[in-house]
């Protein structure tokens, strides 16, 4: 763990980094106008925004020139969690936002996305006509019969199209629900089924590696098993024709239409994302028009320091809250950059070409892009001209230290390093980047405003220098209005609320040090972490075990010391059955076929059996733990599980693993 007592900094903001930073702007205001502390920095500002939450909110909406259509009676009606209310009786549009920039005349003739794939050539989209695509779009779903509410699927690759859909939809009051294409069939119904979309965009097929992958029968699958289906839109990425009944994507975004932007209530649904489905079904996770509206214009415009000028580009696909999250850089005026293809083509350092080629100034990815850079030895500085970078981001898992020095050595020493943590559950950040706070190797800069985050003991003691669970002891406007189909809300509860009642428990180690600074230690769950992309084990279960040869099976995911992650399977095979390559072969090509390549495990091991809880529960989180180097009395509650001699397998496992 960092300590507190070596306090210097990798890097620091000089003065005129902090003078011009949006959050020193937004702090002199906030304090000239709603009584925010002027003095005492960062810190400061983050106590009065956790300690007098309206307040900051209100000033947040003034300093962001929200427009509420219909104005708010109060910040918070209910601050209790969950159910807290936010701006009640306002009415906004998030897609109005978005689209603001497109009507300032000096800038709407100027890129609003850059489209690049692994050709790495980039393709603007003006602020005109992605305003113009999405007013099109938006009156042929109102013919099409979407009303506010209606879901709006879209399976699709990371592509403007995707931007264009998410919007249009957003400008009718619909529901966008996305799935990136590389995933199967039953990854995606398990997904989509419980929203029950009335349209689905979709593409014939997507480019990953150099290759082209055909998903038309795929498409014919979910077409099949969503009946609530009235239209299907198709892009042909690869070229070909639209099949029987759907709608040409050209057609539906041809017209020169003004946008209509419906003014929906603020706590009005405007995505769903989904859970990894560790337990069964993915929780589908709704978001509210308001709350993502104000939390990221919040985020981007102020820890991100993004506007007019900026460009932002994160490596993500559809399937991920990080596109949500790109997609929301719209709200600052910025210009994002969507990025179709493989993370390493045509070579490890590919995602510094696109941040050269694009003139990114903020430049996000997985710190998993990071470590397998450093292990390559690719030289990003010596290869790119990366002088337009002021911020690397990394999110998806803690950034090791070597990560932070292998960044600064290999980018640049004057490089704002921001390592963020925050979750699907919220589509934003509990901790990280502040561009007037230093950097400190391996560390989180600091909790982010208006997020009272907290590490608690399992009494709910307030822990200092200490690992203790995260925690967030106020409601966040972008915290889930309610998961879909949970209507007495049990689901929602039990997720967050559990184990400290009213406060949300969000399944992360984490310390907080006395300097204000934050580590995350990975998670205190079995949620699987792989490549930034979190992912449930059910999913891997339900395709595993469809093989005869496969009794019964266990995934698991440990981060390693060195930044790795470590994804084993353990196998308990039916009576006769041998593990051997054949059938390792196949266990790898049912999960790629079935779920997606980054769902291949890194090793595959027969086990004597798998664990239960009395009650039948497979045991994940114990077996993370014996894995880890756990003891085995720490590890679980012995008289919780049905075959305790079961668990000594997996602890000689972790004793001799190298």
């Known amino acids: 763990m960092p300590s507190a007592a070596n306090p210097t900094p990798l890097w620091k903001p000089d003065k005129e980094f902090v003078a011009e930073a949006q ?141 264009v859909a998410l919007l249009a939809t957003a400008a009718v009051g619909g529901v966008w629900t996305s799935c990136a294409p590389d995933f199967g069939a039953r990854s995606v119904l398990d997904r989509f089924q419980q929203v029950e979309p009335v349209v689905l965009f979709t593409v014939d097929g997507y480019r990953y ?220 950040c509990f901790a990280g980047a502040v561009p007037t706070l230093p950097v400190h190797i391996g560390e989180l800069q600091a909790p982010c405003l208006g997020t009272d985050l907290q590490s608690w003991d399992p009494q709910g003691k307030p822990l200092i220098d200490e690992v203790g669970e995260l925690v967030v002891t106020n409601p966040m406007p972008s915290m889930p209005i309610r998961f879909w189909n949970d209507p007495d809300g049990s689901r929602y509860h039990d997720s967050y609320f559990d184990t400290y009642p009213g406060v949300w428990r969000h399944g992360d180690w984490i310390t907080l040090t006395s300097r204000g600074s934050v580590v995350i230690h990975g998670r205190s769950d079995s949620t699987l972490n792989r490549q930034g992309v979190r992912m449930g084990s059910a999913d891997i279960y339900e395709a595993v075990e469809r093989l005869p040869e496969i009794r019964e099976s266990l995934v698991i995911g440990l981060e390693q010391p060195d930044g790795g992650y470590w994804m084993p399977l353990f196998v308990h095979l039916a009576p006769g059955a041998v593990l051997d390559d054949e059938l390792r072969a196949r266990i790898k090509q049912t999960i790629r076929e079935h779920l997606s390549p980054r769902h291949i495990p890194d090793d595959i091991i027969e086990a004597p059996g798998v664990p239960h809880t009395l009650t039948g529960k497979r045991i994940e989180v114990p077996v993370k733990r014996l894995l880890q180097g756990t003891p085995l009395e720490k590890a679980v509650n012995l008289g919780s599980v049905d075959n305790v001699e079961l668990l000594r397998f997996y602890e000689d496992i972790a004793r001799n693993r190298p």
């Open 23 to 163: 959050i020193t702007r937004f702090q002199a205001w906030a304090s000239e106008h709603y009584g925010a502390p002027a003095d005492g920095g960062y810190e400061a500002l983050h106590r009065w925004s956790v300690t007098e939450l309206d307040t900051f909110w209100k000033a947040v909406a003034d300093w962001f020139d929200i427009r509420f259509t219909t104005p708010y009676a109060r910040v918070l009606g209910n601050r209790s969690m969950p159910g807290a209310e936010w701006f009640p009786g306002a009415t906004v549009n998030y897609a109005e936002h978005a689209l603001r920039t497109a009507t300032d005349p000096e800038r709407a003739d100027t890129p609003a996305i850059l489209h690049v794939d692994e050709t790495h050539e980039p393709r603007p989209v003006t602020w005109a006509e992605l305003r113009r695509q999405v007013g099109s779009l938006a009156a042929e779903l109102r013919a099409i019969g979407v009303r506010p509410g209606d879901r709006v699927s879209g399976y699709l690759p990371n592509i403007p199209e995707a931007v």
């Open 209 to 428: 590696g150099g290759k082209e992958h055909d998903r038309r029968d795929t498409v014919g699958e979910l077409r099949a098993e969503l009946p609530t289906l009235r239209a299907v839109v198709h892009i042909p990425l690869l070229g070909t024709d639209a099949p029987d009944g759907a709608l040409e994507w050209s057609e539906l975004t041809s017209a020169d239409t003004e946008p209509v932007f419906e003014a929906v209530p603020f706590d009005h649904p405007l995505w769903v994302l989904y859970s990894s489905g560790t337990t069964g079904l993915p929780k589908a996770i709704v978001q509210s028009q308001g709350g993502i509206l104000i939390e990221h214009l919040k985020q981007l415009g102020l820890h991100c320091d993004l506007g007019p000028g900026d460009r932002f580009f994160w490596y993500t696909s559809t399937g991920w809250m990080m596109w949500n999250f790109l997609a929301s850089g719209l709200l600052t005026g910025t210009a994002i950059v969507v990025y179709d293809g493989s993370p390493g083509y045509p070579d490890t350092g590919a995602q510094w070409a696109v941040a050269e080629r694009t003139g990114a100034t903020l430049f996000g990815t997985s710190a998993a892009y990071v470590m397998a850079c450093r292990k390559a030895g690719v030289h990003p500085s010596r290869d790119h001209d990366l002088s337009r970078v002021k911020c690397v981001a990394t999110t998806g898992s803690p950034l090791p230290p070597d990560g932070f020095r292998w960044l600064h050595d290999e980018v640049r020493e004057d490089l704002w390093i921001a390592s963020v943590s925050g979750g699907t559950d919220v589509c934003s």
